[in-house]
């Protein structure tokens, strides 16, 4: 299993050097260390979830995200409710496992289906032409989203490392 930090380090809750500089510099916190913790133990019988890759962690006001590698998605929803109630008894939040993809469409389609934006597109913006993605969603189905405007933006820039702008029109 490859975890958001090593997973001797996970498991000893003693940190490496590079590890401790990762929770100092806030790439991590301690919800990487115990949801690492978690998943570890739960992989020792159930051991299809080895070959899982959690790339990002992202702990939002009532939701937590886990970024997977692709395909471990159906991994973790095999590993069901039994799961999910270990992760609620160390955070009572919402459990979103999203697939990471370097394709904006289908990240969104993961984030907000079933409901199907207006459009999607990437803009570059001067004057350094950095990319940002734009968003649009019909304000009918504002209502229907099952996540915020403001996990949306996080989350799609934590997994394509562009900013996103949803809009509602
Ligand atoms: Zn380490």
Redesign the pocket.
């Known amino acids: 299993m490859q975890l958001t930090?090593?997973s001797?380090?996970i498991s000893s809750k003693k940190?490496?050097t590079?590890?401790q500089s990762k929770l100092e510099n806030h790439e991590i916190s301690q919800i990487d260390i115990e949801i690492g913790n978690i998943l570890l133990n739960f992989a020792k019988e159930n051991k299809y979830l080895n070959t899982i890759k959690v790339k990002n962690i992202i702990n939002s006001h009532d939701t937590v995200y886990i970024i997977l590698g692709q395909g471990d998605k159906e991994k973790i929803v095999r590993a069901g409710v039994k799961l999910e109630n270990l992760l609620k008894g160390y955070i009572n939040k919402n459990f979103n496992f999203i697939e990471t993809t370097k394709n904006p469409k289908k990240l969104i389609k993961d984030l907000i289906s079933p409901i199907i934006p207006i459009s999607t597109s990437t803009i570059m913006l001067p004057p350094d032409w950095s990319k940002e993605l734009k968003v649009q969603i019909n304000k009918t189905e504002k209502a229907d989203l099952q996540i915020s405007s403001n996990d949306l933006s996080i989350v799609t820039e934590a997994v394509l490392g562009v900013y996103a702008h949803y809009s509602y029109v």
């Open positions: 930090l090593d001797l380090c940190l490496c590079p590890c």
